[in-house]
């Protein structure tokens, strides 16, 4: 997925100091400060608007150039959104242009730090910096401009999504995310687990049975693991990962991708 060159130029915003919200050195590692700051980010930035018409435009053009290609229609997913618009204002203030942040997140990582229920499968993201005089229109064909992200918009897996434009420094960020929800827990998932968790879950493909569960760091070690509907207590005191649920369908074997979470 490439990036429009536009976009590379460094931009040199900072945050009113008066605010609560300070991306100048990005968002907090474990789940629970990712969130606190990100909605206090929402509440204001100095210098960075989110542009809810444009964003509501993208929607519809995505939406009927999905029916022209015979595809389902997408479900918004808050989650999708705010992880969308977080990472627009963190390249904004940062000054950088990435899928990834400066911590090496990816558009997925936050996804499950803000999210507390969903648990995903395939998963895109498209993103495009337009001039900041750019029409819905003239922001929807620069993010089509890309092949990868034209091919992302027609997945027939995809069915949910989430858009943000942002308007900072002259330029509008536009960040587009797809996914599939394959499942969903009964109970959100807190972001610092110190007991037992339930892990009930209704899935979308009722004929698939869970195998069992993990939570797994940024780096691929396993934290803690187990079979059954429930997490424990952990001894893993202070680490943080993602959850994943590995599942069963006759004899294909996939992963699903759940909240993050912090282990106390």
Partial sequence: MSI??????ALGLTANAQ??????DGLGLQPAAFQTETEACFEGLNGVTPDTFMQGQLGQFTAADRSDAGKASLTNL????EAARIHAYDMAVRGYVA?????????????????????MGAFGAN???????ATPEEAYRALMADP???????????????????????RIYLVQLFSRVEGTLQAPMPTQM????????????????PLGWSVVSTSGNVLAKGIGDSVPASELKGQSGYLTIDMALGKDRYTLKGPAVSLF
């Fill in 194 to 209: 110190n007991g037992k968790t339930d892990l009930k879950a209704v899935f979308a493909e009722s004929r698939a049975e």
């Fill in 78 to 81: 808050a989650t999708l959104n």
């Fill in 4 to 9: 429009s060159a536009l976009a590379l130029a």
């Fill in 127 to 133: 993103m495009a910096i337009v001039d900041d005089s």
């Fill in 148 to 170: 990868a992200n034209k091919a992302n918009l027609k997945r027939g897996e995809f069915d949910h999504t989430g858009v943000a434009a942002v308007r900072a420094n002259g």
């Fill in 19 to 24: 605010q609560a919200c300070d991306l100048s």
């Fill in 99 to 119: 899928h990834e942040d400066m911590e090496g997140r990816s558009h997925l990582d936050r996804v499950r730090l803000l999210d507390r229920t969903h648990l």
